[in-house]
């Protein structure tokens, strides 16, 4: 059989967490690097890495350049609707994720848009999704005091939680409270109804003009003027400009102890596993706090742990990251979208066929990340219909290239389980066991030990061969 380079246990993991899927040119390129630990130093610094193919794609979606006026003015004029908007940026999403070089970056930009989350087509802030995106992708590898207050003070933010209504003499507590309960401290943070009054207050001011040119605008004439208080952080709120004051609160949040063991805890539940441990977070939330919520080095933190490198096989994909891995496991080419069918049109209905449309997350607390929420029977069954779909090329099935069925053959004559083995190692960059080899064979209606030709592998056969090996919990755990 012939011989496929594959990564180290160690490096695997760290590809696999850090990115939507190990590919071989993925393990080629952090071969190249030095070894895992140089690939990732690189992948946190995206400016230096070149992504011109993925950055074109954005040219494939005309509403990603559009205005939140025109995006509106299109809406009420026919022309689009709401729907159209959210479907062609998760589309464009998911190609980020599947075809980016920048991959820690994508992870990092859907990490924080699930804890900052605002649904797509939420019908206060739809037309400022794409402008709220751009922010988060600004700051997901910089610093978290820096992207807490770009998208808390955004307009998007302001129009879904109510911000953008919310005046001195008629304040919406909405933003206030989800800022302490959802984005910093978190539930258990000791907090009061008079901490989220005047939470709501501090964050007066910041207006959207919604329904016509939807900018956002401060207020002066709506800010609450007076002292404020909210666990710990106070100001005499003086002057009728309150955004010094409103910055100040929610750098006071992002530095605050609670918020580091809240983030802490959620990056080693994304990266490590499920029910991560005291000790694990705890090493991780003092290193957000001693580098000043340096998300770099927070990061570097949680994938040295101890923790991390022993949490091999202890995540389950989402039903949206299963798709992104089996188009990037399949090496599938993408084309500029002409049709319905294409495959950039697509990747948002089937993720929406597996319970998880990009963004769709009804409410703002963000989707799970815990195996739990993910690993049913129904969802099961569905990653597996479109895991052979996808093996046999035929979903999606215009719009893109798939590798010829022969690249996943060794030379032949072989063993069926050579055969296999030789699969998983381009597909699943791993070697898989004698029953997976076992179970797929049975799948391809041969026995391991079978010598085979190519004229008993059929096109159909070896798609059956992939399909199987996509089922298998080695692609289906993150």
Request: glycine residues 8%; contains cysteine.
């Amino acid at each position: 059989m012939s011989n496929v380079r594959l990564p180290s246990a160690a490096d695997r993991h760290l590809l696999n967490r850090c990115t939507f899927g190990v590919t071989p040119a993925l393990v080629a390129g952090a071969k190249a690097a030095g070894g895992g630990p140089a690939w990732l130093n690189r992948q946190l610094h995206p400016e230096s890495i070149r992504d011109s193919a993925a950055t074109r794609m954005a040219t494939w979606f005309p509403v990603l350049s559009k205005s939140p006026q025109v995006q509106w003015q299109d809406a009420r004029d026919g022309r689009a609707t709401v729907y159209d908007m959210g479907v062609d940026f998760g589309n464009w999403t998911m190609l980020r994720r599947t075809y980016s070089r920048r991959q820690l970056h994508e992870v990092m930009v859907s990490f924080w848009s699930d804890l900052l989350h605002i649904p797509v087509s939420e019908t206060k802030s739809w037309p400022l999704r794409i402008s709220y995106d751009r922010s988060i992708r600004k700051h997901a590898l910089g610093r978290f005091d820096n992207l807490l207050v770009a998208t808390e003070t955004h307009p998007a933010m302001g129009a879904y939680l109510d911000n953008a209504t919310s005046t001195r003499t008629k304040l919406n507590e909405n933003l206030g409270r989800e800022v302490l309960e959802l984005h910093t401290v978190g539930v258990g943070g000791g907090y009061s109804e008079s901490d989220v009054l005047d939470s709501a207050r501090i964050l007066t001011g910041y207006r959207v003009d919604l329904g016509t040119t939807w900018r956002g605008r401060y207020s002066t004439v709506d800010h609450h003027v007076g002292a404020v208080k909210v666990i710990g952080f106070t100001s005499a709120n003086a002057s009728a400009d309150g955004r010094k004051v409103a910055e100040a609160y929610l750098r006071y949040l992002a530095h605050h102890p609670l918020t580091a063991q809240r983030v802490a805890a959620r990056l080693c539940t994304r990266f490590g596993s499920d029910e991560p441990s005291a000790g694990y977070v705890n090493r991780v939330a003092k290193v957000y706090s001693q580098s000043g919520t340096d998300i770099k080095a927070t990061l570097k933190a949680v994938l040295s742990d101890r923790a991390f490198q022993s949490s091999i096989g202890a995540k389950v994909r989402t039903p949206a990251e299963d798709i992104v891995a089996t188009i990037r496991a399949l090496g599938v080419t993408p084309a500029r979208p002409t049709r319905d069918s294409d495959l950039a049109n697509v990747l948002f209905l089937q993720a929406a066929f597996l319970g998880q449309r990009p963004f769709g997350w009804p409410r703002p607390d963000g989707p799970p990340d815990v195996g739990d929420a993910w690993a049913s029977a129904s969802r099961m069954l569905a990653s597996w219909y479109v895991h052979y779909g996808a093996a046999e090329g035929w979903t999606p099935s215009t719009g893109c290239t798939y590798r010829k069925p022969t690249t996943w053959l060794p030379p032949l004559p072989a063993s069926t389980g050579d055969v296999i083995q030789h699969a998983s190692k381009l597909l699943l960059c791993r070697r898989v066991g004698d029953v997976t080899i076992g179970a797929v064979a049975k799948r391809m209606a041969l026995t391991p030990r079978t010598r085979v030709g190519r004229t008993d592998l059929s096109d159909w056969r070896i798609g059956l061969m992939l399909a199987a090996l996509l089922d298998t919990p080695t692609h289906m755990m993150r």
